[in-house]
């Protein structure tokens, strides 16, 4: 499955907060979103989160790993009950980016910092700071569901290793191409602020 435009990532991470606190994830999305094949077993797992709120943030993380239908058809389930959320994401959705501006800008690191493959160290404290939002990021990457398990498999009782293990096996797969450029574009899909990170990528 080819991975969402990093627009529509863009949009999903700047509207996350706004979302969980105004929607409720009921059966009629979760269920809208199982018949247009953009959730398949990940509907379980939303459904297991305690409250509405972490429903969402659940579905929220797992849009982004949907491909380039996802963030569409999200906004369709939308349509009968939570029309003016629809509305402000369209609205939002329709405003071109800044003329020459990436979406990588705000993150304020140097140009070749950005094209140049992450050593172990800057791997490994990245790994302390990404938390529970590791395999979303990871999935983003082009790991696989198979790979992550072996990553927890490999280190029950370390997330920091499970993290550290996956981004080295990415970099490992996609060699040149495994850029800090590239790192920060899964990130943008993520709550992770820009100044967390100043320190790892400066």
Request: glycine share 4%; aromatic share 6%.
């Amino acid at each position: 499955m080819t991975t969402m435009d990093l627009r529509h990532k863009e949009i999903l991470r700047k509207h996350r907060l706004d979302l969980s606190n105004q929607i409720l994830i009921d059966d009629t999305i979760v269920q809208f979103l199982y018949q247009e094949n953009i959730l398949k077993s990940q509907v379980d797992e939303i459904q297991s989160q305690k409250s509405n709120k972490k429903k969402t943030l659940r579905l929220l993380d797992i849009l982004p790993t949907r491909g380039p239908r996802a963030l569409g058809t999200f906004l369709n389930s939308l349509e009968e009950e939570f029309t003016w959320v629809r509305d402000k994401l369209l609205q939002d959705l329709e405003q071109p980016n800044a003329p020459g501006q990436s979406p990588t800008d705000e993150w304020n690191i140097p140009e070749v910092t950005l094209q140049a493959v992450p050593s172990d160290r800057r791997l490994s404290w990245l790994a302390s700071r990404i938390g529970s939002k590791w395999e979303s990021i990871l999935l983003d990457l082009g790991l696989s569901t198979g790979a992550l398990y072996r990553c927890r498999a490999d280190h029950p009782l370390s997330l920091h290793g499970q993290v550290l293990a996956g981004l080295i096996q990415w970099r490992q797969s996609k060699g040149r191409n495994a850029t800090v450029h590239r790192l920060l574009q899964s990130l943008q899909s993520t709550d992770i602020h820009p100044s967390t990170l100043d320190e790892v990528f400066q």
